[in-house]
C-alpha cells in the first residue's frame, strides 16, 4: 500500500512543480518590469540629463555691477556657459569672483531654465589714500587696490600715512584706525552740508599738529587740530557762510587753538592779517 501512494504522488509532481513556476513567474514579473522600467528611466536620465543639453547653463547672469563689467569677471570664472548646471562647483565659481579687488562680496545662485545668477555687491570707494602711491579704501577703512586712471574716480586723498608703518601696524591696527578716523571725517563734513560749500581734496593727518583739510577750488587750509571734531565743524559752518555773504574767501581758517578751543582765526584771501574772535590781529 505504501509503494502505491509514493507512485502516485510521483505521477503528480511534474505538474505541481509547473504551476509552482507560473505562481513565482506571476508574482516576481510586475517587480522585474519595475526594476527595467527604472533603469530605463535612469539611463534616459543620464543620457539627456548629464550628458544631454537638457541642464546644460545658457546664461550667466552678473547683477549689481556698476564699477565692473561682466566680461571681467567672466573672465575669471573657472563656470562658463555650456557646464552642466547641477555639476559645476558654484564656491569655487565665488571664490575665483573675489580675487578681482573690486568684489566685496558674491553669491551664485543656480536657476531654470539652466543658468547661474551671479549677485555681486562692489566696493564703495571712500578716498585715496598716499602710501607710496595712491590707493583706494573703501567706506569701512579696507584699502583694496592701486588707483588706476581707468578707475575714473574724483575723490579726496589721505595724506600723511607712511607705508611702512601701516604695514608694520596693521596687527594693531593703529594707522588703519587714524585712517577710519578721516573716513568719518568725510563723513561728518558731509552730513554737516558742508559739501556744497567747499567740497574736500585733501584730509592731511600729522600725529602732532592733528587734522588739516585742503577744500574748495582755491584749496581753502582748515586746520581743524585735535579733538571735539562735530563741534569745530559747526563753527566752520558758520564762519563760511559768513565769509560768502561778506564776498570773501578764506585762505587759512584756525580752529586748532588748544589753550582757546573756542576761538576761530581767519586769513583772508588778497588781504594781510588774521581775524579771529578778538578782532584783527598780525600774520
Known amino acids: 500500500m505504501a509503494r502505491g501512494r509514493n507512485r502516485r504522488t510521483a505521477a503528480r509532481q511534474p505538474g505541481e512543480t509547473t504551476r509552482r513556476l507560473r505562481r513565482a513567474v506571476a508574482l516576481l514579473l510586475p517587480t522585474l518590469v519595475t526594476l527595467a522600467a527604472i533603469s530605463g528611466a535612469g539611463w534616459a536620465t543620464w543620457a539627456y ?12 547672469r552678473y547683477l549689481g555691477l556698476s564699477q565692473l563689467k561682466a566680461s571681467a569677471l567672466a573672465e575669471l570664472s573657472p563656470v562658463r556657459p555650456g557646464d552642466h548646471l547641477l555639476l559645476s562647483d558654484t564656491e569655487a565659481m565665488a571664490r575665483a569672483l573675489r580675487r578681482n579687488p573690486w568684489v566685496a562680496t558674491v553669491e551664485v545662485h543656480r536657476r531654470l531654465p539652466p543658468a547661474l545668477e551671479v549677485v555681486v555687491t562692489e566696493r564703495q570707494a571712500a578716498a585715496l589714500v598716499e602710501l607710496g602711491g595712491l590707493y583706494l579704501v573703501d567706506t569701512a577703512g579696507q584699502v583694496y587696490k592701486r588707483a588706476a586712471p581707468g578707475d575714473g574716480l574724483d575723490l579726496p586723498i589721505v595724506t600723511g600715512l607712511e607705508r611702512e608703518a601701516f604695514e608694520a601696524r596693521r596687527d594693531d ?26 567740497a574736500v581734496s585733501e584730509v592731511h593727518l600729522d600725529p602732532v599738529l592733528g587734522t588739516t583739510i585742503y577744500a574748495g577750488d582755491e584749496g ?15 563753527r566752520l559752518d558758520v564762519l563760511l557762510a559768513r565769509l560768502e555773504t561778506d564776498g ?9 587753538n588748544r589753550r582757546h578751543p573756542d576761538w576761530v582765526a581767519v586769513r583772508v584771501k ?6 579771529d574772535g578778538r578782532g584783527p590781529r598780525g600774520p
Open 220 to 234: 581753502m587750509e582748515i586746520r581743524l587740530g585735535q579733538g571735539d571734531l562735530p563741534r569745530k565743524l559747526e
Open 173 to 198: 591696527g593703529g594707522e588703519e584706525l587714524r585712517l577710519r578716523s578721516a573716513l568719518g571725517l568725510l563723513g561728518r563734513w558731509r552730513e554737516a552740508g558742508l559739501e556744497r560749500r567747499a
Open 49 to 60: 540629463g548629464v550628458r544631454g543639453d537638457l541642464l546644460r547653463i545658457r546664461e550667466v
Open 248 to 256: 570773501v574767501q578764506g585762505e587759512v581758517i584756525h580752529l586748532d
Open 270 to 275: 588778497g588781504r594781510t592779517g588774521v581775524v
